[in-house]
């Protein structure tokens, strides 16, 4: 066909115009084909070699870190926990604040945060173990998009399942959105050969994760926000990427949404972290309670100001159970059976503020105590009610109570 072509110059034979023409334009397309599908090769090989770098889960991991500097460097000295005032000041959620006052933002900035160091340092192992498997299946972008989104549906689930006044913080949602997206992605052709070791760190970090206990500082409603959000990614990456592509597809928009949410939330922390002190938010509570800004920050610190707790809040159970911890850390189990006692008939008892849980715990404690001193006859009567109620407790509250031996019946 190329010897046909003339132009209207009739006089031209149509074998020369052959070989004077598209001969030398074909060499140089062949000259050419080997250079630029070594160029092809050699980059398509780099982005691999990129892509087995779990860079986003580092820098995330690493953000982190920084952002955790920071609550320290605000939270008074002499304490190994950020303080509850610290945590509402930069970004901590809860639905009075969200729903009430209209401060939407901190859905962005409360996975960001943490209590303290082993809260990081727990959330940034299991990101670091399922990151590591997942980013290099489906890219940077997606890790991103599904870490940023994740934390925002475990806030909206915190602030929806949870009571008002309860403030959380926290990783675990978006790393439980990370989770279930590896397990939903796994099923892909493409993670054939990390299908065993992620389903065995989904089940090892995430099923625990999910199961209810009586750990009063657990936040079970975002970690079951973030995992719907990711099973949903996840199967909305298995719907939309075929077999073919190396990635899945709509990487841009992954990076997009990543970046305006994960930007927002740290362009919102940022901006708190600058304001005053005087204008850091503060929760309503119920009269008598500790204060959400005085609550202690953590276990310890409630041991160096039990007295002082108890002489401020007399009502307020939560008091009378550190006391309770304390008197027993020191021997006394008579004084810590008293200020058990005075927990359970406390009439802030069942305030919209004390965690559902605690009653079930201080009962379990009472009962500690009362065998300590081989009370056998009380252990058995303030047990009464909670083993007549045994299969629906807390698991963790069943096996205390069997451990004790409360329930069984007298020989």
Request: charged letters at 15%; aromatic letters at 6%; one cysteine or more.
């Amino acid at each position: 066909m190329q010897g046909q072509v003339s132009f209207g110059r009739r006089g031209m034979a149509p074998a020369r115009e052959a070989v004077a023409r598209p001969a030398p334009a074909a060499k140089v397309a062949l000259r050419d084909l080997p250079m630029k599908a070594a160029a092809a090769a050699e980059g398509e090989q780099q982005e691999r070699a990129f892509g087995r770098i779990p860079w986003a889960t580092f820098g995330i991991i690493l953000l982190l870190a920084l952002i955790f500097v920071l609550e320290l460097n605000l939270t008074p000295a002499n304490t190994a926990s950020i303080s509850p005032a610290v945590a509402l000041r930069l970004g901590a959620v809860s639905r009075e604040l969200v729903s009430q006052d209209g401060q939407a933002w901190r859905l962005l900035t409360a996975q960001w945060l943490h209590w303290n160091a082993n809260h990081i340092v727990g959330n940034s192992l299991a990101l670091i173990l399922i990151g590591s498997l997942l980013e290099p299946i489906i890219g940077w972008r997606w890790l991103t998009a599904v870490y940023a989104l994740g934390g925002v549906a475990g806030g909206a689930a915190s602030i929806t399942l949870n009571p008002q006044n309860v403030t959380s913080m926290g990783a675990s949602g978006a790393i439980m959105a990370v989770m279930a997206c590896a397990a939903a992605v796994s099923l892909h052709p493409a993670a054939v050969g990390r299908r065993n070791r992620i389903w065995r760190r989904c089940l090892l970090s995430g099923a625990p994760a999910l199961l209810p206990s009586a750990h009063s500082h657990v936040d079970y409603s975002a970690h079951a926000g973030g995992a719907l959000l990711g099973f949903a990614a996840g199967y909305l990456l298995l719907i939309l990427w075929n077999g073919q592509r190396p990635r899945p597809p709509l990487q841009g928009a992954a990076m997009a949404a990543a970046a305006l949410v994960g930007l927002a939330g740290l362009g919102a922390l940022g901006a708190a972290a600058a304001l005053p002190q005087a204008k850091a938010p503060t929760l309503r509570f119920t009269a008598g309670l500790i204060p959400p800004d005085q609550a202690p920050a953590s276990e310890e610190d409630g041991m160096k100001r039990s007295g002082e707790l108890l002489a401020a809040y007399p009502q307020d159970p939560r008091s009378h159970a550190i006391a309770a911890e304390w008197w027993d850390r020191n021997g006394q189990p008579s004084e810590a059976e008293q200020e058990l006692q005075k927990a359970l008939a406390s009439p802030l008892l069942h305030a919209p503020e004390i965690e559902s849980r605690f009653e079930q715990r201080a009962r379990v404690m009472l009962l500690g105590e009362q065998l300590k001193q081989r009370e056998f006859d009380a252990a058995r009567a303030d047990a009464a009610a909670l083993c007549a109620d045994l299969p629906s407790l807390d698991p963790r509250v069943g096996k205390a109570l069997t451990q004790l031996e409360a329930c069984e019946e007298p020989q």
